[in-house]
Nanobody, 120 residues
Framework: QVQLVESGGGLVQAGGSLSLSCTAS????????MGWYRQAPGLRRELVAT???????NYADSVKGRFTISRDNAKNTVYLQMNNLNPEDTAVYYC??????????????WGQGTQVTVSS
């Protein structure tokens, strides 16, 4: 059983920055891919960014050049640095950890979510 605890988020003005972090814990921890997803009201959850254990990254087109995902394997922690935020980035952000090389599979674990609100 993997537990994911997120921190960060909050309220920021458009053009501002926020940083999220997520730490995984649990017995027999097996984590390969980690990532961030988000869900805005009335919309489906969408992928924001993913990172493999080896550091390969993937971003949604909407956040490329503005968001940076990174991880510390020794700490089982994944980070999301969000710059130049705009109101369309407002959503609940969820951390994801998966024992496979892909996030969001049926084997994934999810964090509880953290609210990011960007005011115009």
């Amino acid at each position: 059983q993997v537990q994911l605890v997120e921190s960060g988020g909050g309220l920021v003005q458009a053009g501002g920055s926020l940083s999220l972090s997520c730490t995984a814990s649990g017995s027999g921890l097996r984590i390969s891919a980690m990532g961030w997803y988000r869900q805005a009201p009335g919309l489906r959850r969408e992928l924001v960014a993913t990172i493999t254990r080896g550091g390969n990254t993937n971003y949604a087109d909407s956040v490329k050049g503005r968001f940076t995902i990174s991880r510390d394997n020794a700490k089982n922690t994944v980070y999301l640095q969000m710059n130049n935020l705009n109101p369309e980035d407002t959503a609940v952000y969820y951390c994801n950890a998966d024992p496979s090389s892909r996030t969001g599979t049926s084997m994934s674990s999810w964090g509880q979510g953290t609210q990011v609100t960007v005011s115009s």
